[in-house]
């Protein structure tokens, strides 16, 4: 599981990709085809593995979603853990229960998105809210987008801000957004071009995030230049 499941590194469509001011995050997505079951280990430690989470462990408990998640297979190829949404969202229940903090961040994108789960944002904001508080990188920025699917674009703006000043530089590019289109806080192009400049530039930022800072960087200054009067 990544860090943040909504975004999970894909490379946008660019070339003439015209953005739908009424959701401009939204860009075109090229398909990947993740592989599966990416991780490796034998039936034995799995089962270890497995044990631990039933005793309560969270770290093991975190351990065993991310295989439900993602499958699992022996050394020689075979199959020890299929995937399962179903149990991936058990699991990270129980961990989130028990105090992690990633797990707590990821069950709530799931209750938010309603992917595997019954869609619950009430519930989605508790656990975001709580991976926060617990120092998880990615929660503030989970919130605002939250927010935002949830028509609420003043209260995404002020979490996107949160997360930018908690030191998550990917936020740069969604506040921009914000601000280069009006979406719950004052239209100011100068205030989006700054922070899709500053996200090309930052190191605590994703390679697809940076990719979208450079995409919407370039879009401002074409279209600045469209609307320029002629002489």
């Not at 599981?1 to 860009?27: E, H, Q, S």
């Not at 085809?33 to 490796?40: A, D, G, S």
């Not at 990821?106 to 209750?111: A, C, D, H, P, R």
């Not at 289109?181 to 994703?206: D, S």
Request: net charge positive; hydrophobic share 35%.
């Amino acid at each position: 599981m990544n860090c943040n499941p909504r975004y999970r590194g894909d490379r946008a469509k660019r070339g003439r990709t015209v953005v739908d001011p009424r959701f401009p995050w939204k860009l075109p997505r090229v398909k990947v085809k993740w592989p599966r079951y990416v991780y490796t280990m034998s039936t034995a430690e799995w089962l270890a593995l497995l044990g631990r989470a039933k005793r309560g462990d969270p770290a093991a408990e975190w351990k065993v979603a991310e295989r439900y998640d993602d499958g699992c297979k022996d050394k020689a190829g075979r199959i020890v853990v299929r995937r399962s949404t179903r149990k991936r969202a058990e699991w990270l229940q129980r961990a989130a229960e028990h105090g992690c903090s990633s797990a707590q961040n990821n069950l709530g994108v799931l209750l938010g998105d309603g992917d595997g789960i019954e869609k619950n944002p009430k519930k989605a904001f508790v656990w975001l809210r709580k991976a926060f508080h617990a120092g998880d990188a990615c929660a503030a920025r989970n919130i605002a987008i939250t927010y935002r699917q949830n028509g609420d674009f003043r209260r995404a703006v002020h979490w996107f801000r949160t997360a930018i000043a908690s030191g998550d530089d990917d936020a740069l590019i969604q506040l921009g957004i914000h601000y280069y289109w009006g979406k719950g806080v004052k239209k100011n192009a100068r205030a989006a071009v700054r922070c899709f400049r500053k996200a090309t530039r930052a190191q605590n930022i994703c390679e697809a995030g940076r990719d979208d800072g450079f995409f919407y960087l370039r879009f401002a200054y074409s279209e600045a230049k469209a609307q320029k009067p002629q002489s």
